[in-house]
């Protein structure tokens, strides 16, 4: 049976050696773009792949663009391929920052059509407070062919968040609360949000111990959010189109898939000095 969601620490040690199960260390820093590399080869999950978000995950910027646009779809089926990815395969992700960077490539498979991909709960901190097993060994790879099939329904851009502004349609923002008041802004040059968006960090979508809630928990707490909104209408954003994804990740885990992510985000929509805002201050 795939694995859509999430994975615990137990369920992946009991298949860390199979064959048709590809993990990948998605940690990276926005503040230290190496740090999760170096991170990785000093130890990492035995048989883990490195993505890293910038140069595996992300397309080239743009003046028009986000801080992270989506991938050519093709370039990224390819590398997929030759990391040995295909469509029978399990994939696996993780990051040592509760999944908010992992969610983009859940997110990126499943916008190429693979929906066998889960996060590991609690990510690279449980595996390794468990004491679980580590290791400094590059995997080889055995390359494999990685169909692109993706589905641009997932994703929208700045027309249609215009659009959903002019229609009232409901628009989630996965940032910080200070960042979403404009109270602080460490990585884009304006301070805000988009107009009649809602809040909703993704950091609620986890317990104490940084793992995800569980999926009744979500449930309440997005169908509360939502107010009978059909979870498919709802379109959702961040800083740069990457911990939206966790929020994504949680309404499917919570057996409300089906939103729409603004890929571009916040710094994509700052880019056109046109496109309405609310600033700290704003009326």
């Known amino acids: 049976m795939k694995l859509t969601t999430l994975i615990s620490p137990d369920q992946l040690a009991q298949r860390l050696r199979d064959p ?7 940690r990276f820093a926005l503040t230290r773009p190496e740090s999760g590399r170096q991170a990785y080869l000093k130890a990492h999950i035995p048989g883990a792949h490195y993505a890293h ?15 992270h646009p989506l991938p050519d779809p093709h370039l990224l089926a390819d590398k997929l391929g030759k ?3 295909d469509p029978d395969k399990q994939v696996v992700v993780y990051d040592d920052s509760f999944g908010s960077m992992a969610a983009r490539l859940w997110w990126l498979l499943r916008w190429l059509g693979h929906e066998a991909v889960a996060l590991l709960d609690g990510g690279f901190p449980a595996w390794q407070k ?3 097993e ?12 990685f169909p692109c099939k993706p589905d641009h329904r997932l994703w929208v851009d700045s027309q249609a968040v215009l659009e959903a502004l002019r229609q009232q349609r409901l628009i989630i923002d996965a940032r910080p609360e200070e960042r979403y008041l404009g109270l602080i802004e460490p ?24 793992n995800f ?32 994804c966790h929020n994504l990740l949680a309404l499917e885990a919570a057996g409300l898939p089906g939103g729409k992510l603004y890929a571009g985000s916040w710094s994509e929509w700052i880019t056109d000095p046109s496109r309405p805002i609310v600033t700290r201050g704003t009326p």
């Open 20 to 26: 048709n199960w590809i993990l990948f260390d998605c």
């Open 53 to 67: 978000l910038n140069q595996d995950l992300s397309g080239p910027i743009t003046p028009a663009s986000g801080r």
């Open 83 to 85: 990391w040995g990815v």
């Open 130 to 132: 468990q004491g679980r």
């Open 134 to 145: 580590l290791s400094s060994e590059i995997p080889d790879a055995r390359p494999a062919r």
């Open 187 to 210: 990585f884009d040059r304006v301070a805000g949000h988009i107009p009649r968006s809602l809040n909703s960090p993704f950091e609620d979508n986890l317990d104490m111990r940084g």
């Open 213 to 244: 809630l569980q999926p009744e928990e979500l449930r309440a707490q997005y169908e509360t959010l939502l107010q009978g909104t059909p979870p498919g209408e709802v379109i959702h954003l961040c800083g740069s189109g990457v911990t939206a």
